[in-house]
């Protein structure tokens, strides 16, 4: 697992900032215009991608189009931003009790990208802008004239109503994903039962001050019709009884176990899962929490029956390998990686553990034997991380030309447009012109700047 560095580019900033323009009064806390930070993890992202995806295709969207990212943000919520983004925070995943909760809030947020909310409530907030606009005019006016009572309720007043008729059409907006969701659940074959657990509890939250409330449940206020409107659809669906598989709930839980292993505090996953819990689920999670502390053989003792019992999970080779590396045991770690490549070698962030363990070896071959991991990992995904690395591989290789590029596209992809420019422009004089990498450097050299400037 490792934290990105991604919510500083400047278009993930803007997408991810067209969200908290267009739905502030939905999802306040959720968004913000810098405030995102992106955690990634394979098995986790993995696990997102598999319960997303039947959803997507039967909401018509491209399961390939549309991008997951997961927040290190300890609250429950989960939002979309424009150009296909979904978010969804550590803290629903492991406050939510059941994979069919978490996959409920997955439902009702594709409702909001399938239906095109975001667009509709840019619209929709240009029109509200209009009449308040003309009151605060017509307020400023009377307030300039002597009349200051009477300009100050013309501005209160205009904002008032829009506000009023924001938070009406936003109202409908979450009835309508509610009712898109449940609608991709049942034509997926899934219960909604989870769905409406969830957000019955949320009506709960409503009872709590705001500044108790989970951002979920301030940005998706459940009134008693919309809940019984929800609760009236799902029961409707035949599949409402369906249990969830054992597979998938054990997957839940080993990734929930992770997840407060590598984000809690070490003595939290220690008290949450004590030695007496000798599950699968507390195993991992405090062999996570004793590696953070230093503690390598009590990190590998918990870990090792895991992979006894389950040889073929290629996140536990992985976790093995991170571990490993981590605590300086380089030649261990890079058997792990390889074994984790081995099991799922589509996965690029598999990829990429094995590149950096292989870089953590000194020698000019074992720079040559990360690069094509390196290249996998980065291959069709935005990875400042691997880029980093690349170009730390390149550069042991004295390949001037490739490691500019590396560096230029590890600038680019945290929004540092200028930086990506100068090394790009460095990468040119040192590429064969015309080649592939000599393009790519190209593109990146003549992008314009923020400021629209080239």
Not at 170 to 194: H, I, K, N, W
Not at 256 to 284: C, I, M, W
Not at 291 to 308: F, I, K, M, S, V
């Amino acid at each position: 697992m490792r934290l990105s560095p991604n919510s500083g580019r400047p278009a993930f900033r803007r997408a991810v900032h067209a969200l908290a323009l267009g739905a502030a009064l939905t999802f306040a806390g959720g968004a913000s215009a810098q405030g995102i930070s992106i955690v990634s993890d394979a098995e986790t992202e993995n696990m997102l991608r598999e319960f997303a995806d039947p959803l997507l295709k039967v909401a018509g969207l491209d399961p390939a189009a549309v991008k997951i990212h997961l927040v290190n943000d300890q609250r429950l919520n989960a939002f979309v931003a424009e150009g296909q983004q979904m978010f969804y925070n550590t803290g629903l995943i492991t406050i939510v009790e059941a994979p069919s909760e978490l996959i409920g809030v997955m439902a009702h947020e594709i409702g909001h990208m399938a239906g095109g909310h975001l667009v509709q409530r840019r619209e929709h907030i240009s029109q509200l802008q209009m009449p308040m606009i003309a009151s605060m005019i017509l307020g400023v006016g009377a307030i300039a004239a002597g009349q200051a009572d009477a300009g100050m309720a013309l501005i209160m007043g205009g904002q008032h109503l829009a506000t009023r008729g924001f938070f009406a059409y936003t109202r409908e907006q979450e009835a309508s994903a509610d009712q898109a969701g449940a609608g991709y659940l049942q034509r997926a074959g899934m219960s909604g039962q989870g769905m409406l657990d969830l957000f019955s509890r949320m009506r709960d939250q409503e009872m709590l001050s705001e500044e108790r409330q989970d951002p979920f449940a301030r940005s998706h206020p459940m009134s008693a019709a919309r809940f019984n409107a929800l609760e009236e659809r799902v029961k409707a669906s035949p599949f409402f009884d369906r249990p969830e598989s054992p597979e998938r709930i054990h997957q839940f839980k080993m990734v929930q176990a992770k997840l407060h292993g590598f984000l809690d505090e070490p003595n939290v996953t220690f008290n949450r899962y004590p030695l007496t819990d000798k599950s699968d689920y507390a195993r991992y999670a405090r062999s996570v929490a004793h590696h953070r502390t230093g503690a390598l053989q009590e990190a590998l003792n918990e870990l090792g029956p895991l992979l006894e019992s389950d040889p073929k999970n290629p996140y536990l080779h992985e976790v093995k390998g991170q571990i490993l590396f981590e605590s300086g045991k380089i030649e261990e770690a890079v058997v792990s990686y390889r074994d984790s490549v081995n099991l799922k070698p589509d996965d690029a962030q598999l990829h990429l553990g094995l590149g950096r363990a292989l870089l953590g070896r000194d020698g000019e071959e074992n720079a040559r034997a990360a690069i094509p991991h390196l290249q996998t990992g980065t291959r069709g995904a935005t990875q400042p991380f691997g880029y980093y690395q690349l170009s730390i591989a390149y550069g042991r290789l004295n390949d001037i030309g490739m490691a500019e590029l590396a560096t230029a596209q590890y600038y680019n992809s945290l929004g540092r447009v200028a930086q990506a420019k100068t090394h790009a422009t460095r990468a040119q004089k040192n590429l064969r012109q015309g080649s592939p990498e000599w393009l790519q450097a190209q593109d990146l050299a003549m992008q314009p700047s923020p400021d629209g400037r080239g």
